[in-house]
């Protein structure tokens, strides 16, 4: 019987905050494939036949299937988790895209996104204008005050969609996007829930919620939500702070990099 084959480069790309080892790869590869496998439609003939690294840590997603409809759908699933990645000329626009945060907080100007662009490698900056726009309700805020409200970091998960592409000198391409409307519906649920959420990078779920109940707080963070292969919004509890939970567990968690969002601090922008 024929098998179908259907191959994507995730525009994911692996990274360590502490010491690189093997040891951590190999066991990223092993979570990560559990979560994938957890996402294939029990009732579609589909396995997750390889997963491996590229040379520069984006991995290789190869599915096996009895049917090109099936794969198709089953890619379109995983990509919403690790995205995909794009030659320069073919970038999709005003269509939501997986991408991670780069440099936060390194220029005035905005904040760039990796959502895989190859040939040449480049990220969409989502200007300042726009950053002040969709969440600050256009109040005159820099960069790096609205990234500390919403508790952005290197590697945060977000949802863009690119906007235009325009040329540099020399004819490089350089793109600029905004938040799709879902990921800001997403941010708004957690600023009206009133609850501090604590944002990690870094780590699996698995271990963040190991290291919780470890140190007594699992009262204190009844949910513990993946955003992204290594990244997780914990939720605290109502009168929970989240500077509480991170100064508690932080220093069990050495290759964890943290954030908060306060609802509090960021409410009126919403309304």
């Not at 525009?11 to 360590?16: G, V």
């Not at 391409?173 to 649920?189: A, H, N, S």
Request: glycine share 8%; with cysteine.
């Amino acid at each position: 019987m024929h098998i179908a084959k259907y191959n994507y480069i995730t525009s994911f790309q692996y990274y360590q905050w502490g010491e690189k080892t093997a040891q951590a790869r190999t066991q990223f590869l092993q979570t990560f494939r559990r979560v994938l496998e957890e996402r294939i439609p029990e009732d579609m003939d589909v396995t997750l036949a390889n997963l491996e690294f590229r040379v520069d840590d984006r991995l290789l997603v190869e599915l096996e299937g009895k049917k090109k409809d099936d794969l198709k759908f089953v890619s379109n699933i995983l990509k919403e988790i690790t995205g995909e990645t794009f030659d320069s000329n073919n970038v999709p626009k005003r269509r939501g895209l997986f991408g991670t945060l780069r440099a936060v907080g390194k220029v005035g100007f905005g904040v760039f996104v990796d959502i895989g662009i190859e040939s040449p490698a480049k990220e969409v900056l989502i200007p300042l204008h726009r950053l002040r726009t969709q969440l600050a309700g256009g109040k005159d805020l820099s960069t790096r005050e609205i990234c500390k409200k919403y508790g952005f970091m290197n590697q945060f998960p977000v949802e863009i969609e690119v906007e235009k592409m325009l040329f540099e000198k020399g004819g490089k391409p350089k793109y600029e996007g905004k938040f799709t409307d879902d990921f800001l519906e997403q941010i708004e649920e957690y600023v009206k829930s009133g609850l501090d959420i604590v944002f990690t990078t870094g780590v699996s779920r698995q271990m963040i919620k190991k290291t919780i109940a470890k140190r007594g707080h699992t009262i204190d963070v009844p949910q513990i939500i993946r955003i992204g292969p290594l990244e997780c919004a914990c939720v605290c509890a109502k009168g929970t702070n989240a500077p509480g939970i991170i100064s508690h567990i932080g220093p069990f968690l050495s290759n964890c990099r943290f954030s908060m969002i306060r609802p509090a601090q960021v409410t009126r922008y919403w309304q």
